[in-house]
């Protein structure tokens, strides 16, 4: 249950686009169309952002999207925003059990 | 939609202790339901997962024979037993709510810390 491995940090101008890399293997992230991602502002509780690699919950800006490609999931933020500077985790379903990424902390600059 | 969790308190490595987390706002017994921890400036770790009617439990490799996860759908209830406890299991613990394979509805967490 090794976690999945994501950038340390990522940074941005407002109104760019930063991509965060989620790599994990086929036993989950390859393996499972389970992928979701959470944002985490300093002292809050995480908030779901994707799900099931691409989808939207209710409420999320549309500048977030999620994609996958073999063991590899991908969040990017297009058209920064100073409110997204945050840590984001992304998380796989892997079977009996689930794991989380090591976090990404994004600054817009 | 609230989840409230209560029970973390400073306890001595080898102890025990039971999280609850009280739920309101959503038809409880309609879904899963998780604990996920944070350590202290570090990332977050899954814990355990329950069905939404107790039938199946799952548990991360390292608290799995000394974590018991729990529910009561008559009281809106989720329960966490945490036995054997060591420095290691120092965190914020989060009650989620599960959407599908994901988690979208989280509390605030109730901090426990291992101490002598």
């Known amino acids: 249950q090794s976690a999945l491995t994501q950038p340390r940090s990522v940074s941005g101008s407002p109104r760019q686009s930063v991509t965060i890399s989620c790599t994990g293997t086929s036993s989950d992230v390859g393996g499972y169309t389970s992928v979701s991602w959470y944002q985490q502002h300093p002292g809050k509780a995480p908030k779901l952002m994707i799900y099931d690699v691409t989808k939207r919950p209710s409420g999320v800006p549309n500048r977030f999207s999620g994609s996958k490609s073999g063991n590899t999931a991908s969040l990017t933020i297009s058209g920064l925003q100073s409110e997204d500077e945050a840590d984001y985790y992304c998380c796989s379903y892997a079977g009996t059990y689930y794991v989380f990424g090591t976090g990404t902390k994004v600054t817009v600059l | 939609v609230q989840l409230v969790e209560s029970g973390g308190v400073v306890v001595q490595p080898g102890g025990s202790l039971r999280l609850s987390c009280a739920v309101s706002g959503f038809t409880f017994d309609d879904y899963a339901m998780h604990w996920v921890r944070q350590a202290p400036g570090k990332g977050l770790e899954w814990v355990s997962l329950?069905?939404?009617?107790?039938?199946?439990?799952y548990y991360a490799d390292s608290v799995k024979g000394r974590f018991t996860i729990s529910r009561d759908n008559t009281k809106n209830s989720l329960y966490l037993q945490l036995n054997s406890l060591r420095a290691e299991d120092t965190a914020l613990y989060y009650c989620?709510?599960?959407?599908?394979?994901?988690?979208?509805?989280w509390g605030q967490g109730t901090m426990v810390t291992v101490s002598s």
């Open positions: 989620v709510k599960g959407l599908g394979y994901a988690f979208d509805i």
């Open positions: 329950i069905s939404w009617n107790g039938g199946s439990t």
